[in-house]
Every structure is written in C-alpha cells, then in structure tokens.
C-alpha cells in the first residue's frame, strides 16, 4: 500500500521561511512525478510546483522564484523549501504522486494518484 508521510509546515510571519517534506513508501520512486498542491478556505485545490522523474520544474506564478521544489530518489523522498512567505500562502498543503514518464508536470490535482494527508500552512502579517 502506497503511503505518502508528510512533515514540516507550521506558522510563521511574513517574510518567513517553511520548509514542506514528503517520504513515500513506494517501489521505484525514481519513475515518479511529484506535486506540491495547496487548498486555502473556500478555494480549489491547486498546484503550487511539480517535479517530474527527471526533475524537471514547474512553478505556479505566484511562487515563482520563493518556493523550490526538489527531490531524493535515494531517500523516497520531495521537498518544497518556501522562503519570503506572505498571507496569501497560508493554507494546508498536500503533497502527491503519479507514475509518469514524462516530463512534463501534470498541474490538474486529478492526475496524482497518491495523496499525504496534508500540513497546515499560516503565515501571519
């Protein structure tokens, strides 16, 4: 059974840094893509980076040049570092995985199979 561990999130002010990991408990991680999605209050589910097998990135433009999405393959593990955080980041973070061959990331949350519980984001002003 594939399972998804989430850890890291928390509160922190404005201009803060968090930083989001996610082990999956999975065989060959290595031919998996990775999603870091967001769902704030009375808002849809959406991604905020991806990482494909062959670690090509994919951004959302509000984050652009403050989150950096990475992986381990050694370790079964992703990461999303958030620096310069703002209010409009808070929310409950979910990472996800698909096994895909491409390189190109799949941005629609319907496209990941597996799923971590999601962590609690709040960044006060």
């Known amino acids: 059974q594939v399972q998804l561990v989430q850890s890291g999130g928390g509160s922190v002010q404005a201009g803060g840094s968090l930083k989001l990991s996610c082990a999956a408990s999975?065989?060959?991680?290595?031919?998996?893509?990775m999603g870091w999605f967001r769902q704030a209050p009375g808002k849809e589910r959406e991604i905020v980076a991806g990482?494909?097998?062959?670690?090509?990135?994919y951004y959302v433009d509000s984050v652009k040049g403050r989150f950096s999405i990475s992986r381990d393959n050694t370790k079964n593990t992703g990461s999303l570092q958030m620096n310069s955080l703002k209010p409009e980041d808070t929310a409950v973070y979910y990472c996800?995985?698909?096994?895909?061959?491409?390189?190109?990331?799949?941005?629609?949350?319907?496209?990941?199979?597996?799923w971590g519980p999601g962590t609690q984001v709040t960044v006060s002003s």
């Open positions: 990482i494909s097998w062959s670690s090509s990135t």
């Open positions: 999975v065989r060959s991680f290595h031919t998996y893509a």
């Open positions: 996800a995985i698909r096994q895909s061959a491409s390189q190109q990331i799949t941005r629609a949350s319907s496209g990941y199979d597996y």
